[in-house]
């Protein structure tokens, strides 16, 4: 080969190196801003799952709360269902009491029961019409 053979050949050596890294650089610089928007795209998801976190404690805690209430809630009711369940008993016997002293006066086995007065058998009155 000659030199001018040789100084082609190495300019055209030179041009391909160039042209690849040419290239190189076009892949570097979408790789930098594949990453760049990459980096965002993470740091945006971080951001997210953090309101995500901060979002389910704050169900968590009111879980808690609701549960509590209904546990409240429900010794409340049954507070109020035992206290019912004593009232009716107390209104049962009353009217039980009251039944059996109507239906036998005279029996000396039950007190009279304040507030009601016994069956007047003779009873007199006191203003006569004229």
Do not use: Y
């Amino acid at each position: 080969m000659t030199n001018q053979q040789l100084i082609d050949r190495g300019n055209h050596m030179m041009n391909e190196t160039d042209q690849a890294i040419d290239r190189a650089k076009k892949v570097v610089q979408d790789t930098v801003d594949v990453g760049t928007e990459t980096a965002a795209a993470l740091k945006a998801q971080t951001e997210q799952m953090s309101r995500i976190v901060n979002e389910l404690d704050s169900i968590h805690f009111s879980i808690k709360k609701a549960s509590k209430l209904v546990k409240e809630i429900g010794r409340q009711v049954a507070t109020d269902k035992c206290i019912m369940a004593l009232l009716f008993l107390i209104v049962i016997g009353v009217i039980a009491i009251i039944i059996v002293k109507l239906v036998n006066p005279n029996n000396k086995d039950i007190r009279d029961i304040p507030g009601l007065a016994p069956p007047a058998m003779n009873r007199r009155l006191l203003w006569t019409p004229n």
